[in-house]
């Protein structure tokens, strides 16, 4: 290769590496991408370097081989940061699914009860309705009335009372039993634990 060629080369990968991250991601301006006159420049470090022309501080960034990325837009003027952006991105969404592992996703379990339900069945059901409390989800209880047992609702909202005082020491009802077509619900949820 000859030396023109080399320089061409040379000169056409390192723009290559230094605009890397130019289509990553449109949540913040980097690069050729902040076109304003006057901005207020954060070394890589930390370090405050003023407020300088949007051209200055873009040569700064190409002087680290480094990105220019705008972090705070609607300052007056706007902060940007010289940073390794692929870097910071990486980061950012690692801290992101760490976060998303930490958290718990409340589920809805449903226990069904009926009118004539024995006692040794109905402690089984709030049983299993302890444990989903224990474990942080919510529980919806329901019974469904079948043929004549519509005419007597009352005997339904027994039967949930019985359940939400058996299960008082772990859950707060959320939503009262009532009466929706052919079923009665009642939502319960897991007391606050300190």
């Known amino acids: 290769m000859d030396g023109i060629s080399v320089h061409a080369f040379v000169l056409f990968i390192s723009t290559i590496v230094f605009w890397r991250c130019l289509f990553i991601s449109k949540e913040q ?14 070394d890589a470090d930390g370090t405050q370097l003023g407020v300088m022309s949007g051209q200055q501080a873009m040569d700064k960034a190409i002087e680290k081989n480094l990105d220019l990325v705008k972090i705070a837009p609607q300052a007056s003027p706007p902060v940007c940061k010289i940073m390794d952006y692929g870097k910071y991105r990486f980061e950012q969404s690692k801290r992101e699914k760490e976060a998303k592992k930490n958290q718990h996703i409340v589920d809805i379990k449903e226990i069904r009860l009926s009118l004539n339900i024995d006692v040794h069945d109905f402690n089984t059901k709030a049983g299993h309705a302890k444990r989903f409390l224990q474990s942080g989800d919510k529980v919806k209880a329901s019974i469904r009335f079948r043929g004549r047992e519509l005419g007597h ?14 299960l008082e020491e772990y859950a707060n009802v959320e939503r009262p039993a009532k009466l929706d077509g052919r079923h009665m619900l009642m939502f319960l949820a897991p007391k606050l634990t300190k």
């Open 29 to 42: 301006q980097i690069n050729e991408e902040i076109r304003d006159k006057e901005v207020r420049l954060i």
């Open 153 to 166: 609702p009352e005997h339904g909202l027994e039967i949930m009372k019985r359940f939400a005082i058996e």
